[in-house]
């Protein structure tokens, strides 16, 4: 435990920064200086100040509006919708069993990263399609995962049971299975979805044109231009690089402690 | 060949591809369901609208759209580059990007299962930690680090000029390379390849059958890679139908070109048929490598010709 506390750390990190935000009062006009820019880390400004004057710490900050949000509503279409199909097939089992799986299989027939530029070409590329489709792009695993598991567990005496001696079907499949049973294996699914999100709105952002647009910050806009302006300091080019990694390093650091428990718990 | 294994087969070649026509024929109807019109980009006139809806096939039901989508007859291109014959340009560009994602997949593959292979963990949070970083911001270091020691070594008379600078621009072997590297390496790729390898690793392991053998004192290797076949199969598909969402990704940072990179430029530009066409690529390749390794799980483990 004692070595997973970094990763907990980043991660609220991360959710702090975001409501430092939404109070900071942070206005991202107003704070371009262009007779400062390039400045050293310093009292004012801890990591210095981009090519227009701006801080970078807390545009940094104001960069988590970007993603903390929609990659939450990733993880909730990805656990909500491949969850709700995965238990359909893994508790009714053969044809249905067989549908759901059908239907949750769909958006795995492109590569996610192809399936989220599709609904960002199709519709547009605002934050909330972004969301549906990383969570899209996450369903077919978290149905297949969920469906294999109540499968299983479906059949086992304990449910048997208590069927038979009165338990509900919604308590038996959301108390004993969904809730003891497969808690820990949502999570990891809606932690690698929100993951996934991350990686596509930065990743957009330093491409440019269907991500977050300057003026306003995202960890990949504020990389790419660190690469083009080599006269920045070097803490304010590899600040919001090393904030990116360390946030993902956190992210697949706890999917794996997650799994670990899901596994000693399913032993 | 048996009967068994000639139903599995069938049985996996309908579901593969059914579901490929099924997910293509749900691209066909979002695109159609979208709002707006792609003719209103280009003019306002009534006629000419007219003559544009039906030259580029926009009136077409849904599922002559659908047919023409699958069987290749995606036009001409509308933005990118106007006139040009679609199925040419995707074709020209995956031939220019199959030897980054077929290198990037055996990189995946050679080090992954070496990797997992490995029975003591040594400082086995390097590779994750690495790994973690998004394509982009691997490819992003690399150009940074490599361009900038290059050039103050040459501002120090420490090197000339090397071939390759300066990064992405000049066409080069390090930068070929490198693409690989970050394709294979990035955005947790390489990490979970290795896991998931290491997972069904222990589990043949604490199978039966290994056990008898270490039991007997007798060799296991040979016997686990023939268990891990079927699981490396399905693995190795998982990883390839990434790899190409990486590809857009990749030829972009590295300024390469490529299916990737077009895909990207026919998305920015609203350029319909091409971005149809490369979504149909994508989908007919994830399923072609899906199918591959169904076939060689139902060929390797006869346990599983029920089960299709």
């Given at each position: 435990?004692?070595r ?8 609220l990190a991360?959710?702090f920064a975001r409501?430092?935000s939404a ?17 050293s880390?310093?009292a004012?400004a801890?990591?210095g100040?981009?090519a227009l ?10 960069a988590t509006d970007?993603?903390?949000?929609p990659?939450?509503?990733a993880a909730?279409?990805?656990v909500?919708?491949?969850?709700a ?10 044809s249905?069993e067989?549908?759901s799986g059908a ?10 990263f192809?399936l989220v530029l599709l609904?960002?070409?199709?519709f547009?590329p605002?934050p909330?399609?972004?969301a549906l ?5 996450f369903v077919?695993?978290t149905?297949?995962e969920?469906?294999?598991r109540l499968g299983a567990m479906?059949r086992t ?7 038979v ?12 299975l969904?809730?003891?049973?497969c ?6 699914l809606?932690m690698?979805?929100?993951a996934?999100f991350?990686?596509?709105e ?17 960890f990949?806009?504020?990389v790419?231009?660190?690469l083009?302006d080599?006269?920045l300091h070097?803490?304010?080019?590899l600040a919001?690089a090393?904030?990116l990694?360390?946030?993902?390093a956190?992210l697949f ?7 670990r428990q899901?596994?000693q718990e399913?032993? | ?6 139903r599995?087969l ?9 579901g490929?026509?099924a997910a ?5 109807v ?6 707006g019109?792609?003719?209103d980009l280009?003019?306002t006139d009534p006629?000419l ?12 039901p ?9 069987g ?7 933005t990118?580059?106007?006139?040009a014959?679609v199925a040419e340009?995707v ?9 980054l994602w077929?290198?990037a997949?055996?990189l995946t593959l050679?080090v992954g299962?070496g990797w997992?292979a490995r029975?003591?963990?040594v400082?086995?949070?390097?590779l994750p930690a ?6 982009f ?8 680090a ?10 120090a008379g ?7 600078f300066?990064?992405?621009d000049?066409?080069?072997w390090l930068?070929n ?5 970050v394709l294979?390496?990035?955005s ?13 690793l222990?589990?043949h392991?604490r ?8 039991a007997r ?6 016997l686990?890679a023939?268990?891990?076949?079927p699981?490396l199969?399905?693995l190795?598909a998982?990883?390839?139908a990434?790899?190409f ?6 030829e972009?940072?590295?300024a ?8 990207w430029?026919a998305?920015?530009?609203?350029d319909q048929p091409?971005?149809v066409a490369s979504g149909?690529v994508a989908?007919?390749g994830?399923?072609g490598l899906r199918?591959?390794a169904?076939?060689a ?5 006869p346990r ?5």
């Open positions: 435990m004692r997973d506390v970094w990763a907990w750390a980043v991660l991360a959710l409501l430092l109070v900071g009062g942070y206005d991202i006009v107003a704070d371009v200086d262009p007779g400062n820019a390039g400045a880390p310093a004012g801890w990591l100040t981009d004057g701006r801080d970078v710490a807390w545009r940094m900050v104001k970007a993603f903390v949000v990659a939450v509503w909730v279409v990805s909500g919708l491949g969850g199909l995965g238990t359909l097939g893994g508790w009714f089992g053969g249905v067989r549908a239907v949750a299989g769909l958006p795995g027939a492109a590569p996610r192809v609904l960002a070409t199709i547009a605002t909330g399609v972004l489709g990383c969570g899209l792009a077919p695993q149905a297949a969920v469906g294999a479906r005496d304990f449910v048997e049971a208590s069927l001696h009165g338990v509900g079907v919604p308590r038996v499949l959301g108390e004993h969904l809730w003891t049973g808690r820990l294996l949502l999570a990891r809606g690698r979805a929100a996934f991350v990686v596509v930065t990743t957009l952002a330093y491409l440019g044109e269907l991500g977050v647009q300057e003026p306003l910050p995202s990949g806009n504020m790419a231009s660190g083009v080599g006269r070097l803490v304010s080019r919001p090393i904030a990694w360390l946030l993902l956190a650091h706890l999917d794996g402690v997650l799994a899901d596994a399913a032993a | 060949m048996s009967g068994a294994l000639a599995a069938l049985g996996r070649t309908a579901a593969v591809f059914g490929m026509v293509i024929t749900a691209l066909v979002l695109l159609k369901a979208a709002p019109d792609a003719v280009v003019t006629e609208r007219a003559r544009l809806v039906a030259d580029w096939g926009l009136d077409a849904l599922h002559e759209a659908v047919l023409r989508a699958l290749g007859q995606w036009g001409t291109s509308w990118l580059r106007p006139g014959q340009l074709g020209d560009a995956l031939v220019q990007s199959l030897p077929l290198g997949w055996l050679v299962v997992a029975r003591r963990a400082r086995k949070w390097r690495l790994s973690a970083a998004p394509v911001l691997l490819g992003w270091g690399l150009i940074v490599l361009n900038e020691g290059a050039f103050s070594a040459m501002g420490l090197l000339e000029r090397p071939s390759w300066s990064l992405p000049t066409d080069s930068r390379a490198l693409a690989v590297g294979a390496v990035g947790g790729g390489l990490r979970s390849f290795i896991d998931s390898v290491r997972s069904r222990d589990v392991r199978s039966p059958a290994v056990e008898a053998l270490v004192g007798q060799p296991v290797d040979r686990l023939w268990l891990l076949v699981d199969a399905v190795a998982e990883r390839g990434l790899l969402g990486g590809l857009v990704v990749v972009r940072v590295f390469m070109p490529g299916a990737g990179g077009l895909f430029e998305c920015v530009r609203r091409v971005v149909v989908a007919l994830v399923a199918w591959l169904d076939v799980r139902v060929v390797a483990d599983l010709r029920g089960s299709a």
